[in-house]
Nanobody, 114 residues
Framework: QVQLVESGGGLVQAGGSLRLSCAAS????????MSWYRQAPGKQRELVAA???????IYAASVKGRFTISRDNAKRTVYLQMNSLKPEDTAVYYC????????WGQGTQVTVSS
């Protein structure tokens, strides 16, 4: 069983930065693809970024060049560094672990004020 706990969300002004963390329990972290999703009010959950066990990453077009996903397998933690934040980045951000099954964290709120 995998448990994911996100942290690092909050309120920030446009142009600011935040770093989200997702700490995972369980023994499959190192071989799981880890992702960040977000869901804004009234919208569907969308993929923000993902990173494979080998470190390959992909990004949504809307965040490419501003966000960076990384992972520390020793700490069983995945990070999302978010720079140049925009009001449209406001959402609940969810951590996801994918290996055979999908696991989700509880989410962390990110609010970007204009």
């Amino acid at each position: 069983q995998v448990q994911l706990v996100e942290s690092g969300g909050g309120l920030v002004q446009a142009g600011g930065s935040l770093r989200l963390s997702c700490a995972a329990s369980g023994t499959i972290f190192s071989i799981a693809t880890m992702s960040w999703y977000r869901q804004a009010p009234g919208k569907q959950r969308e993929l923000v970024a993902a990173i494979t066990q080998t470190g390959s990453s992909i990004y949504a077009a809307s965040v490419k060049g501003r966000f960076t996903i990384s992972r520390d397998n020793a700490k069983r933690t995945v990070y999302l560094q978010m720079n140049s934040l925009k009001p449209e980045d406001t959402a609940v951000y969810y951590c996801n672990s994918k290996y055979l099954n999908d696991y989700w964290g509880q989410g962390t709120q990110v609010t970007v004020s204009s």
